[in-house]
Every structure is written in structure tokens, then in C-alpha cells.
């Protein structure tokens, strides 16, 4: 695999402007199909062979008219003076006149009568409006009363599933990765030219999931994530490219000669950590929901794109930089040896060669008491109430529990089959939903025109992020509810999610750790670095998950991040974090291994070549780290509070990753490991093929390099 990246790398190099003209044209016709025959993102929540499910199905079956979208439209007088009627039936006459609009209900008066509810239902599900268009209906219908001025907000699904992206994170990342570059490669050449790698493989992985959405569902949020993703490995990827070849430079090598050399062994690292990510992401595909499927697809096409442009750009763009690449010193005097970094991380590595049973312990003790809050850590699909205060689905989430109880923005709705359970019986079922004490309301049954079934709408005391509201279903489903009768709504399809995730965790990690042994059995010829490697992700992961809910689990650091109050964590984090991180935390791990290997191949010396391995890699990994926690720590800001998390949690975990793991435990383990780290088996050395990730001996930069 070398020997052909080396070519690989040779071959840009000698054709840089051939290499860009080709990724010019590739990102033309990618973006032109895109822009032609691409689709837009569409969330897909079904969760097959839930309860929730089998009564959403039965609803939509027999009341047609339930089967589309639905919204809230809230309005309030900020004066606490009771609403004019004919205010509001103008406003009710204006929204029934919406495209797709297929029933308004008469206003719900609160007991004070400042404000008014009314539920819009929608003839088609919320996947068929595009971007903001069914919310900018509603705002256009309600701006005639807001002239009045009453407050008009607007909530339920068809809002909340709306979320403008303004380019915040994506800004702040870029801006902070270039500073961290041009602090680690001491040019602005040196360090545009990462970025600018960086954002072509992430245009080209943005209109591929484009044209993917032509064809499959894309969750609208998945995008992002993959932006967040593709950015910080593609610049991650580049910088490791970058760094090798001006070591190159440094040697004496020409330009070309050190474009090959970089590409055979960096190159290397970047094909392994890539596929490692890749890997990773086949995971989500075990979680059981199409949402998950899409995050991977959406993720899968960006990281493979930005690969792919780092290991062909990167040494075209090194080849017409040429000495540019170095500092103004090294060029103007080639002897002059640059002495920062690198020995300083020396030290450090010798420092801990000496005393690695007590740098191992230490780590060990500082990635366990990080992990510790995950212990508390509850789950739970984020809605409005987790919003900022300045979004109108939140407004209206607040409007809504103030005058209605916070058990109305959450209602279950009891979808009832008539030819299983008779009509007689709906009477005494209403009044079994009543005498639980976590009900506040129960509304009259309704049946539909055939006459074969019906709806209860149970409006529970608490709030749907409460645990009292998860536990109401829970006796609800466990005893109150008979044969023919099944709970629904947002809150019951939320729970039903959160349970299938966490079932589904279970068996996306066991398949995620497997995969990834195998694949570094493979590369690395040694089950030990793999097996501990795998378990040092594991610790880093946990870490991650123990500061995110440290962090939104308590009112400190949610309100720090723009959050309200503190809010349970996203039940679509944990499988989602789990899967990137413990792909992200190997990009790190065979940065250095790669390293090491390659030292201890060329000397046999196992000590030695770990701290020479640590010596060489350091700084990049460190700089690197440094990029995408800045990138990540960028989508902190976003509104989108699975995006928030993400943003948090993988900043946490990347940090923590490419310091405490891989700067002190890495290191340390393998130190007291010593040879064993390359214990091979005769009989598995005899089936795993030879994938050769170092440079061969017999193959010198300068055959790499075409004629």
C-alpha cells in the first residue's frame, strides 16, 4: 500500500497542475448534478415494531385527517387582557387558507382567556415541506394579529422541525484552524494549504450527499455533523501530509522526492485512520432507525472525500509551494537547523519512559474521573423546551405550559382499535386514564366516521422531559390500557426512541470494537497495540460521555452554552458520539503507532522506538487535536441542540484523546509492554495478509517520484 500511495503522491507532485485542473472538473460536474438531479434532507422517525408505531399506524389508517403534519399556532396578550374574538377568528380563517392545510380546530381559550391555542393539521407528513416553507406560511398568516399587537408564536413539529443554519460554527472552526496552522507550520502558505484541502474534499463529500438525498432519506441535521466531521479530519489529514513533507524538505529531498515520501508513510496513516473512521460509521447502520442510517451515509461520503483530496492535493499544492513550505530562515540558509518543538516533546517522552507505571496510573485516574457522570447520565429526543429563549417554538413551548400545564406540550394520545376493544367499553376506559395521579386531563373519545375506532387525548401532569411523564406511560401500557389500545404522540414516540437506543448501544459498540481490532490486526501486524488501543478508545469515549452530561445535566453549563436550564441528553448522542469518536480516536492512535512501528522495524529497539515515535508525532498530534477541537468547539454554537452536544462532547473527547491518552497512557503502556506490543502468533501471522503500511527499504523516495 505504500509503494502505490508513494507513486500516488509522486505522480500529483510531478502533474500538480493537471492534479488541481482534475479536482476542479470533479467539483464542476459534482456540484452541477448536485444542483440538477440532488434532493433535499428529509427526517425519517418511524421506528419499526414499536408501540408507538403500531397506535401512529392505526391513527393514520382510520383518521386520515391525522396523518399529516401538525402545528401550533399560540397567541397572547402581553397585557394579560382577554383576546377579541374576532381577532382571533380572522387569524383562523387566514390559516385554514394555507397550501396543504387540511384542519384548524377552534381556539383553546386558557382560564384567563389572554391566550388562545390553535392545532393545525396538515394533509401530508412534515418530510414534504422544504426548508422553512411551512413555517414561513404560518408567520405570514399570523403577522396581520401580530400588527394588532398580540404576541403570535408557533410550535409542535412543524416549527421544531425547522432549523436555519447561519454559518456560525463552520466560521469560527475555519478562522481557529488557521491560526492553530499557522502556529504549528510557522508559514501562511504552509498553513492555508491544509485548509484549503480541507474545504475542497468537503465540498465535493457536500454534493455527494446531495445527490444521496436524491435517492434516500438525509436527516436534515446530518449534513452538519458531517461538516463538523469532514472538516476536522480533512485538515487533520492534510496537516500530517504538510508536516511529513517538509521533514522531506528538511533532508535535502527535492520537492517531488518529498511529496512521494510523504505520501508512502503519512499517506499510509491517513488511508488507516480513514478506514478506521469508515468502519466506525457501518455502526450506526445496527442502531435500528433510518435517521441513523442517513447520519452514516451523510458522514461516510464526507470523510471519504476529504481522504481522497488530502492524499492527491496535498502534494500537488506542496509541489507548486516548494520552498515556500519552510520558514524564512530555513530558506534563506538551508544548514540553519529550526530547533522548537520537537524538543521539547523529546523530553517529554523520555520523561515519561523513565517513570511510565506512574504516568499510566495518573491518566488512568484523570479518563475515570472524567467518565464518572455518565453513571447519571438520562436520555431524551430534545424538543422545544431545550430551545433558546429568542426561537418561537420555545416562546410557544413556555406559552403553552403557563396557561395549559406543562403536561399539554406533550400529550399521549390513545389511538383504540373498535373491533378489538367495543365502543361501550371507551366510558370506563376514560375513566381508568383519569384516576391516574399523573394525568391532569382527559378529553372525551372521539371516534371516526367508520365507526372502527377511536382517539383519547390524555394530557399528563408533567412536562415531556420529566421522568414522571416516561414512568406515567410505563403504567399506562403496563396495566391501564387494554387489548386494542395503544399509546402514541410525540411523547410516547420519543420514549420508545430513547429505549431503542439504548438497547441498540449494546450491540453497535461490541460490532464497532470488533471491526476495528480486526483492521488493526490486519494493518499492524499486533493483536496487543490493537486490543489496547481499542480499549484506549473506549476510556476516551467514556470520558466524552461523562463531560457532556456533567455539562447539560446541570444548570451551570447548559445556561453557559445558551441553553435555558439543564436538559437530559440527547437520545440520539450517545450512539452517534460513540461511533465518530471511537473512529476520531484512532486517526490519533495510528499517527503514532505508525510511527513507532516504523522506528521499531528499522532498530528492533521497543523502548526506544516509543519515545522516538512520541518525539516525531507530538507536535502534529497535538496541533492536529488543537484544530479540531477548535472546529468542534465552533458547532457548540449551533441552535441545533444534537449538534450542541455533539459539538461538546467530541471537543471534550478529542482533547482529552490527544493528551491524556495518547501524550501519557499511550505511551506509557507501551513502554512497560516493551516487545509484546509486537507479539504475533505463528499461526495467525500465517493468515493475515501483508498489507505493507511503512515504506519499503528497497523502494527510496526518488524511485517513487515518475520520470
Known sequence: MSSFLGRLG????????????????????????????????????????????????????????????????????????????????????????????????????????????????????????EGSEGLDALRAAGKPTEATGLQVEFGGQLPENFSAPDGTAEMVGVIAALVILVIALGTLVSAGLPLLVALAGLGLGTALTTLLAAVTDISRTAPTVATMVGLGVGIDYALLLVSRHVEGLRKGLTKQQAAAEATATAGSSVVVAGATVLVSLLGLRLAGLPTYSSFGYATFVVVGAVMLASLTMVPALCSLAGPRLLRRAERADPTVKVTDGPTRTERWAQLIARRPLAAGLASLVVLLALAAPMLGMRTWPQDAGSQSADNTTRRAYDLVAEAYGP??????????????????????????????????????????????????????STGPQDERTTELLDRLRGGVLPAGAEATGVVAVFADISDRLSERLWIVVPFVVALSLILLTVLFRAPVLAVKAAAMNLLSVAAAYGVTTAVFQSETGAKLLGLPHSVPVSSWVPILMFTVLFGLSMDYEVFLLARVREDWLATGDAKGSVVRGLSATGRVISSAAAIMVAVFIGFALDPDITVKMMGVGMAAAVLVDATVVRLLLVPATMTLLGRANWWLPAWLDRILPELRIEPEETAPAKELVPA
Open 407 to 460: 403536561g399539554a406540550n406533550g400529550p399521549l394520545l390513545i389511538a383504540v382499535d373498535l373491533r378489538t376493544l367495543p365502543a361501550a367499553e371507551l366510558p370506563g376506559l376514560v375513566e381508568r386514564l383519569k384516576a391516574d395521579p399523573g394525568v391532569a386531563r382527559v378529553a372525551p373519545a372521539v371516534q371516526n366516521r367508520a365507526g372502527d375506532a377511536a382517539v383519547v387525548s390524555v394530557t399528563p
Open 10 to 129: 509522486g505522480a500529483a507532485a510531478a502533474r500538480p497542475w493537471r492534479t488541481l485542473l482534475a479536482w476542479l472538473l470533479i467539483l464542476v460536474v459534482a456540484f452541477g448534478l448536485a444542483a440538477a438531479v440532488g434532493g433535499e434532507p428529509h427526517d425519517n422517525y418511524r421506528v419499526s415494531g414499536t408501540r408507538s408505531t403500531a397506535g401512529g399506524d392505526l391513527l393514520a389508517g382510520r383518521f386520515p385527517e391525522m396523518s399529516g403534519a401538525g402545528a401550533r399556532v399560540l397567541v397572547h396578550d402581553r397585557e394579560g387582557d382577554r383576546l377579541p374574538d374576532a381577532a382571533l377568528a380572522e387569524l383562523r380563517q387566514r390559516l385554514t387558507e394555507l397550501p396543504k392545510v387540511a384542519t384548524v380546530g377552534e381556539p383553546v381559550l386558557s382560564g384567563r382567556g389572554d391566550t388562545a391555542l390553535f392545532q393545525v393539521g396538515y394533509r401530508v407528513p412534515v418530510t414534504e415541506f
